[in-house]
Every structure is written in structure tokens, then in C-alpha cells.
């Protein structure tokens, strides 16, 4: 079946997903044909990885030692942290090194230490693989847990770039006790050690630079020990190098993520209904950060088991074949109705489309 003879008003929903799979397959296939290397999966996922971790300690090094101003090393190590989170996604997906354990688990540790904000990658596969399952209900822990189904407002936006104010903020609104050790129980277990070191000097870093900053508009500049003072020359560098870009790339990641994801009106099962095409120009800011999520994670939801760098070549035809099933595309009403299909009225009064 091709783009001319396929008729969406005919097609079911799940007719129409396996259209738009069968077509992108298509161009995966004619893209490797055209250029045979794209058939070294492993040697390009590793050759990636290379390039970021580089990247990051080379840019890390010319700030430490003076060649570069700090916001350019923050942004480049965003930029490479990006890099490593598409591997990571497609590594839960066992895109690389399949049958070598030992490479694949490498991979899977090093893409963990350049993003020291995230939780434990093997946890995060049973969530993610049950992200495909649920996507869109209340059973998808992983995207409830970056605001998919918030409404906005201060909490939600808190929450969406700090993974443990994320956490805490659940935490108090949990009506039980035993919900509170649950939450605190399952914060520690998928955090540590990493996302709790992170988050931690996080803190530190801003605790110290604002009690300064009050200090010295009162006038009384506070005193600090010289071991303070030593510890935080080390949490500064690290803000710069690997923290402040983690949690710029988080923000960006999870904001895209979040409202390009649908929740709450989604028919299980139902990929048409999951995700839209977000690709707003003013939202590029944001999609330098997460490697241009918001346009091609939607291809991936239906056509798995292709890696990120194809999904970023087979987009534009992804793209069209996707709108003409019904995909949306730049669906901003989402922002106001907490990432839902329709609004409440309409959604309970019938069926959503899809």
C-alpha cells in the first residue's frame, strides 16, 4: 500500500498506524540502500557516544583552563548530554551491541555518567517499555513522572526541570503515609547514587550563591571556612561542566516530552492518539537541547526499533505520511487542557477521534 492509494477515512485506527509504520520502514530501508553505512548500527551508536563523551571533556577542559567562557561549555556539554540521552533511549531498546552484553552495558554505564541527573538507565527500561504499553494513561509512570497530565501552573513548571522537586512536590500532595514512604522509597531506589549526587551539589550550589548574594545586599558578608570554600570551587566547576547542562537538557527534554505526549483521553493501544508532531520555530531553543524531540520522537512510537539518528533522515517523509493519517501536528491547545485529546466537556461527552 502506498502514500497515493491509502485512504485514511477508510482505515481504522490501527490500519492507519501500520500504514505510517510500513511507509517509514520503507525510507529506512531506501536510506540504507543509498548509503551502506548506515547499516553499522553499532559502530555508529559507539562512534556517537565517542563524540559526545569528547566533547564534554574537551569543552570541560578548555573552561578549567580558561579558553572558554562558561556559558559556551554549558551549552556545548547540553548539547552533547542530548546526544548521549537518544543512545540511552535507544539502547533500552537494544539497538546496539544486541548480543555483546558487555559493549552494551558499557554503553549503558557511560551514557549514565555523562546525565548523573537521571535515574538508574536499567531501571528506567522496564519504565520505558511500559511507556509503549500505556502510553497516554494513568499506568505510564514514566511520563506522569515528568508532568504528562499536570495542569500548568508554579508546581507543574517546578517540576518539570528538577527531577527531585519533581518528587517532593508528590510527596506532599500524597494523602497517606504509607504513599509518602512509597514515593520516598522509590526515589531513593531509582536515584541513587547519581541523580542524588547531582541534585545535591545542585542545591548546594544555589544555597551558597544566594545566601552570598542576600549577604552582600544586607552588607554583612558571610565568613566561610576555607574547606567551604574549597568544596564549593570544585561544585562551581562541576555547575559549569556537567550539572547546569543536565539540568538545562532536563528542562528542555521534559517540557518537549511532556506536552507532546497525550494523557488522560487516549485509547490504550491507540498510537494514533499518543503523540503529535511538535516543531513550533519558537520551541528550537528548546529542541537544541533534546535533539529535536518534539518533531521525531512521534515517529518512534510507531517504528520502534529504529535509532535516532534515522529517525532524524526519514522525518520528512515520516512527516507526511503521518499527517495524512491523522497524526497532529503543533497542537498547542495541549498546554491548556493538561495534555489531553479534547477539552473535559467534549471528552466526556463522546468518544475522542483517533
Not at 139 to 164: K, S, Y
Amino acid at each position: 500500500m502506498d502514500g497515493t492509494s491509502a485512504s485514511p477515512q477508510r482505515m481504522n485506527a490501527q490500519q492507519r498506524a501500520a500504514h505510517i509504520r510500513e511507509v517509514v520502514l520503507a525510507e529506512g530501508v531506501r536510506l540504507r540502500r543509498q548509503h551502506p553505512w548506515l547499516l553499522h548500527q553499532d559502530a555508529l551508536g559507539a562512534g556517537i557516544l565517542a563524540f559526545a563523551l569528547v566533547g564534554m571533556i574537551g569543552s570541560a577542559a578548555l573552561y578549567i583552563m580558561g579558553y572558554m567562557a562558561w556559558w559556551a561549555c554549558l551549552l556545548l556539554n547540553a548539547f552533547f548530554a542530548s546526544l548521549t540521552h537518544e543512545l540511552e533511549h535507544d539502547l533500552i531498546h537494544s539497538m546496539y551491541f544486541r548480543k555483546q552484553r558487555l559493549a552494551h552495558n558499557l554503553m549503558m554505564g557511560l551514557v549514565w555518567l555523562a546525565r548523573p541527573s537521571t535515574i538508574n538507565p536499567w531501571i528506567r527500561r522496564h519504565l520505558h517499555l511500559n511507556h509503549h504499553k500505556v502510553s497516554g494513561t494513568e499506568a505510564d509512570m514514566e511520563e506522569r513522572a515528568i508532568t504528562n497530565g499536570e495542569p500548568w501552573g508554579i508546581p507543574r513548571l517546578l517540576m518539570v526541570g528538577d527531577n527531585m522537586m519533581s518528587a517532593l512536590i508528590r510527596l506532599l500532595r500524597a494523602k497517606t503515609w504509607r504513599h509518602r514512604f512509597s514515593i520516598l522509597k522509590r526515589v531513593l531506589l531509582v536515584y541513587a547514587p547519581l541523580a542524588l549526587l547531582h541534585w545535591g551539589a545542585w542545591y548546594v550550589f544555589l544555597g551558597f550563591h544566594a545566601a552570598n548574594g542576600i549577604a552582600s545586599l544586607l552588607g554583612a558578608p558571610i565568613e566561610w571556612s576555607a574547606g567551604t570554600l574549597q568544596m564549593m570551587q570544585v561544585i562551581d566547576i562541576a555547575a559549569v561542566v556537567i550539572i547546569g547542562p543536565n539540568v538545562l537538557r532536563t528542562f528542555c527534554l521534559h517540557f518537549v516530552s511532556s506536552n507532546m505526549h497525550y494523557y488522560g483521553d487516549v485509547e490504550l493501544g491507540n498510537v494514533i492518539q499518543q503523540t503529535q508532531v511538535l516543531s513550533p520555530w519558537w520551541m528550537w531553543p528548546l529542541q537544541a537541547f533534546c535533539f529535536n524531540f518534539g518533531s521525531t520522537h512521534g515517529i518512534h512510537h510507531f517504528v520502534v526499533k529504529e535509532p535516532f539518528y534515522i529517525r532524524q533522515l526519514t522525518a520528512r517523509v515520516a512527516h507526511e505520511v503521518m499527517a495524512e493519517m491523522g497524526v497532529r501536528f503543533n497542537d498547542f491547545g495541549t498546554f491548556a487542557r493538561a495534555n489531553r485529546l479534547e477539552p473535559l466537556a467534549r471528552a466526556q461527552g463522546g468518544k475522542s477521534p483517533g
